[in-house]
């Protein structure tokens, strides 16, 4: 039969089953029974709200074919570029996108 592996103790564990160290339990033998505390008391973010904020309204107004780095993701893995034209042209047009909405909003740039 194989042997099993024995934690190492101190000898006083042993007789008692517990960590002492001068008759005290050990802060290892304490912290084990400690519970996490709760996060429900912090309040939760909720990701669509907050995307709605970030979202600027009047972009769908002035961006008339709108396109982003998810959507080329989204349709690289489905495989849906026949060629290199194609994703270079949604890559032109995020860039002409974004360009032409910022030159709006901040003229001096």
């Known amino acids: 039969m194989g042997?099993?592996?024995?934690?190492a103790t101190s000898p006083s564990s042993s007789v008692?089953?517990?960590?002492?160290?001068?008759?005290?339990?050990?802060?290892s033998a304490s912290s084990v029974g400690?519970?996490?505390?709760?996060t429900s008391n912090i309040p939760t973010v909720d990701p669509i709200a907050?995307?709605?904020?970030?979202?600027?309204?009047d972009y769908c107004?002035?961006?008339?074919?709108?396109?982003d780095?998810?959507?080329?993701q989204q349709k690289l893995k489905m495989e849906e570029?026949?060629?290199?034209?194609?994703?270079?042209s949604d890559f032109q047009l995020l860039f002409n996108n974004a360009?032409?909405?910022?030159?709006?909003?901040y003229p001096c740039l």
């Open 3 to 7: 042997s099993k592996r024995r934690r």
């Open 16 to 27: 008692s089953g517990r960590d002492f160290e001068g008759g005290q339990p050990s802060s």
């Open 34 to 38: 400690r519970k996490r505390i709760r």
């Open 50 to 57: 907050v995307c709605h904020e970030l979202n600027q309204l």
């Open 61 to 67: 107004h002035i961006v008339a074919h709108p396109i």
């Open 69 to 72: 780095m998810m959507k080329i």
């Open 81 to 88: 570029y026949d060629d290199v034209d194609q994703i270079t």
């Open 99 to 105: 360009n032409a909405y910022y030159k709006v909003i």
